[in-house]
């Protein structure tokens, strides 16, 4: 079988924690490829999410780690054996990776919570809105480019809007709601695209307002992504390199933590979206 060139993020996600599963059973690489009867170039391979594994070696793998969180091992075969080839495939090769894996990423999260204080999240911003985000890239993004960043970037809220949407929560600084990205008109319509999304059951939004007081947490803009299990959540962070994707245990406990303390000023969505219709109001 080939060698991946560029395994997805969700395919190294994999491979990190079948390492960490061997590290945990306190086995070196070449002891556990002898227990299980393959190369050592194999069994590096595998860590190296340059090629899948089967459900048979990956159980065979647990016991042999000693590993009994049967739930873990469940999601990691869920993980392992899943061939989806989602609505993002058709942009592989035309936008960066990253995109792409956020897009899946999204796509088998049990739950999304997010945390933005400058942009309207992503998944909840109208075409406009997106366009206006991307034309002020630099450099400059060809207009065939950003047309299809766009395109991405819309077509994500299928999550939201298709047949099987997940639980969403999304904590907006009035800051993000305020800045006018676009032109007025778009951003009115910003605000009302976001009013149409919070009537939805699954869609929870909370507005932290600009006269909070004591309120220092404008550094903790996140995407927080459940797994199969907390152990396999996700926390995707912007950096100046692009999107960190972070999946330690301890970082996963951190911004839970963050994102309660987030959530516990906020505005209740009732409220919240009283003060976007107000925003709104006021455009």
Known sequence: MALRQDPTARQMRLATELRRLRETAGLASREAAALLGVSGSQMSQIEAGLTGVSEKRLRRM??????????????LVAWATD???????????????????????EHHATFLREVQFLFVPGPLQTADYARA?????????????????VQHRTRRKVMLEGPAPVSYE??????????????????RAQLGHLLELSEAAHVTLRVIPLELQGFAGAAS????????????????RDGPQGAAFIDSEAQLGAFRTLFRKVEAVSLEAERSRDFIHQLAKEL
Not at 88 to 101: C, I, M, S, V
């Open 133 to 149: 985000v991307f034309a002020y890239r630099i450099p400059e993004l060809p207009a065939d480019e950003l047309e299809l960043r």
């Open 62 to 75: 647990a016991a042999q780690y000693v590993c009994t969180d049967e739930a873990l091992i469940d999601g």
């Open 170 to 187: 999304a904590v907006i600084h009035e800051a993000a709601l305020r800045i006018m990205v676009g032109d007025r008109s778009a951003s």
């Open 221 to 236: 803009a996140m995407t927080y992504a459940g797994g199969p299990v907390p152990k396999l959540d996700t926390v995707v």
């Open 83 to 105: 061939r989806t080839r989602g609505w993002w495939e058709a942009y592989r090769g035309l936008l960066p990776t990253p995109f792409l894996d956020l897009a899946e990423l």
